[in-house]
């Protein structure tokens, strides 16, 4: 069996990425339980839930270019959600 670093990339973005989503989605739904339904904390939750499944998708598939395609493209529709956070004084 050969070792292959681009795997290892693969393997550490993926855990990178799934990490970072799963907690950021944990803090969204709890702070959903707290203040209630909003459309800025479900943006916030389907914006993270996204870089987890990317992540996801980079751990559990093979190597292979369609998958960093799925996985870049799901990263920036995540980008490009964006709540609006209405600060009050």
């Avoid at 970072?20 to 969204?28: F, N, V």
């Avoid at 993270?48 to 998958?67: E, M, V």
């Amino acid at each position: 069996m050969k070792f292959e670093y681009y795997y290892l990339i693969q393997d550490i973005t993926g855990i990178l990425l799934a990490f970072i989503g799963l907690r950021m989605s944990l803090i969204g739904f709890r702070i959903l339980s707290m203040k209630g339904i909003s459309i800025n904390i479900l943006l916030i939750i389907m914006k993270y839930c996204l870089f987890t499944i990317a992540g996801l998708n980079l751990l559990i598939s093979k190597f292979g270019i369609r998958h960093w395609i799925l996985s870049v493209c799901m990263l920036v529709i995540s980008i490009v959600i964006n709540p609006r956070i209405k600060l009050s004084k």
